[in-house]
């Protein structure tokens, strides 16, 4: 029988998966059983899953998104909500937002953001937060599937716009190595040349002009409402207070008025990528 209690999408950790899923089901025009053969379990895997009593299987999760065309998304809930990848707390309360943005504006400093990251940049960075002692290996590698998922929100249907202001000290940061580094940044060039992103660099010469001393992202989803997000090193802050985000904004402007145009800034981009060709 198919159970029709409504979920609270912030009652429990495991409560986003649930609603996801049972509202692609549905307009995917399925019942639960149909849904249960196409993943190949029994429907009170399905009805479990929806009502989020309990975790089900990451293989469970991997055939729900198959079967219902949602690109990873529903793989990613499930390695946020398991969590075994140590996230930093309130990064997972960020990344189900930032799924449904309309708008993404970000600023980085030192690292390529992980949305834009290739998975040899993202491996090298990771591989150094095993080494430094940050980490364990097997976090590591969630991290890592965590990370790549993400980026499936930059190809998806309807396409969100980013805007991405990018201190000169990302580019300059060899993490890898030089031949990771020159990949890295021809992977900048190509997401900037696409439809939805656009990139600024922030050169060392504007100096205290830079609006933000810390990386920060700034959200606007559908209901046009505005979230913010910043982290510290082990804890990550989800802004939801207008003034405050407001606030933000307006130092995002300025940052991107102050800031090179996109060509100089591709220029940039492009000449540093020379640098490091052998």
Same mark, same amino acid.
């Given at each position: ?89 309130g ?16 600023f ?22 095993? %080494?430094?002692?940050?980490v364990? #290996?097997?976090?590591?590698? @969630?991290? =890592? !599937? ?5 980026? $499936?929100? +930059? ?8 805007y ?34 656009m ?13 933000f ?10 209901d ?6 910043t982290?510290?090193l ?18 995002? %402007?300025?940052?991107?008025?102050? #800031?090179?145009?996109?060509? @100089?800034? =591709? !220029? ?5 990528? $020379?640098? +490091?060709?052998?």
């Open positions: 029988m198919v159970n029709i209690k409504e979920i609270d999408p912030e009652s429990g950790p495991w409560a986003p998966f649930g609603v996801l899923l049972r509202r692609s089901r549905k307009a995917a025009g399925l019942t639960q059983a149909q849904l249960a053969k196409k993943i190949g379990c029994n429907p009170s895997t399905v009805c479990v899953a929806e009502l989020a009593t309990k975790q089900v299987s990451r293989k469970f999760a991997e055939a729900a998104d198959k079967a219902l065309g949602l690109h990873g998304a529903l793989t990613l809930m499930w390695l946020q909500a398991s969590n075994s990848a140590g996230l930093a707390e990064f997972a309360d960020f990344t189900k937002f930032e799924a449904q943005a309309r708008e993404i504006r970000l980085e400093i030192g690292a390529v953001p992980g949305l834009f990251q290739t998975q040899a940049y993202a491996e090298a960075e990771l591989t150094c937060a095993v %080494d430094l002692g940050e364990t #290996a097997e976090q590591a590698q @969630e991290r =890592l !599937a965590i990370r790549m998922a993400r980026q $499936k929100l +930059l190809t998806r249907t309807p396409l969100p716009f980013v991405a202001a990018l201190d000169e000290s990302v580019l300059r940061w060899q993490l890898g190595g030089p031949s990771i580094m020159a990949e890295q940044l021809e992977r900048l060039e190509e997401l900037a040349a696409g439809p939805n992103v990139i600024q660099v922030i050169p060392f010469s504007m100096g205290v002009h830079r609006s001393r810390s990386a920060v992202t700034l959200l606007t989803i559908g046009n409402s505005q979230l913010g997000y982290e510290t082990h804890r990550g802050f989800l802004e939801r207070d207008r003034a405050t985000v407001i606030s933000w904004r307006r130092r995002y %402007d300025r940052l991107q008025v102050d #800031a090179p145009p996109r060509a @100089e800034s =591709l !220029a940039m981009i492009r000449r540093i990528r $020379k640098e +490091l060709a052998p």
